[in-house]
């Protein structure tokens, strides 16, 4: 178990670019799931994948983003046109098939973003 | 929808004594309570968990309680040790699966 890794570890950019994240689940696990977390907040669901199909995308996912996980193993996060409120940690996490009361979450070590 | 709230924001305690971490929930129908560690830098961890059906976990150092009818749960940290050090949140998971967490409380162990 190596556990789910996620690159860039940090991201700074400026205002206006475009960002892409990386995140490779546990090799076994089809569920893999993105999170934005804020200072002195506790993370929020954004999207989730069961396999390469994306199954729910939260309020909090606007059009700058998209998320992809096109065989069904690593995802990407992108964030178009990045402005200073998108300044955050983004975590994945990736479980086996099955809701978080039966199949708990194992969770990244987030790519920190901050936008100047 | 479910709305945990978690306090206190801030706890500091001397090494070897107990911390205690007290959160509640909104929707009734929740049914499953897990607790997460967050290391600076790192990611939460799931450190332990509790269902509705039982009122009392333990787990070595670590418990949580539930009052389902009060719509309160705890976690007890006993003998506290410089490694406890992190912030610790609480969760419940929503109707449609999703987890809710609180915002999370920072412990400081004092030498």
């Known amino acids: 178990d190596t556990g789910v890794s996620q690159n860039p570890r940090h991201k700074i950019t400026k205002r206006g670019q475009n960002v892409t994240f990386r995140c490779d689940p546990i090799?076994?696990?089809?569920?893999l799931y993105w999170y934005r977390q804020t200072l002195g907040q506790g993370p929020e669901f954004l999207t989730y994948f069961q396999n390469e199909a994306q199954l729910e995308k939260s309020r909090l996912l606007s059009d700058r983003f998209s998320a992809e996980r096109p065989k069904g193993s690593f995802s990407t996060l992108e964030i178009q046109r990045t402005e200073q409120g998108d300044s955050a940690m983004y975590l994945c996490?990736?479980?086996?098939?099955?809701?978080?009361?039966?199949?708990?979450?194992?969770f990244g070590d987030g790519t920190r973003l901050s936008i100047l | 929808g479910e709305n945990v709230e978690q306090h206190p924001s801030t706890l500091s305690v001397q090494e070897g004594d107990s911390a205690v971490i007290k959160c509640t929930y909104s929707?009734?129908?929740?049914?499953?309570f897990p607790w997460y560690k967050q290391e600076l830098g790192k990611g939460p961890q799931l450190i332990i968990d509790?269902?509705?059906?039982?009122g009392e976990k333990k787990d070595q150092r670590i418990a949580v309680t539930l009052n389902k009818t009060a719509k309160h749960f705890s976690l007890h940290i006993t003998e506290t040790q410089p490694e406890d050090s992190a912030v610790y949140f609480c969760a419940a998971i929503s109707r449609d699966d999703k987890i809710i967490f609180g915002k999370g409380t920072r412990l400081h162990i004092l030498p």
């Open positions: 929707d009734s129908a929740s049914n499953y």
């Open positions: 509790i269902r509705s059906n039982v």
């Open positions: 090799s076994e696990h089809n569920r």
């Open positions: 996490a990736s479980s086996r098939q099955g809701g978080p009361q039966n199949q708990p979450q194992h």
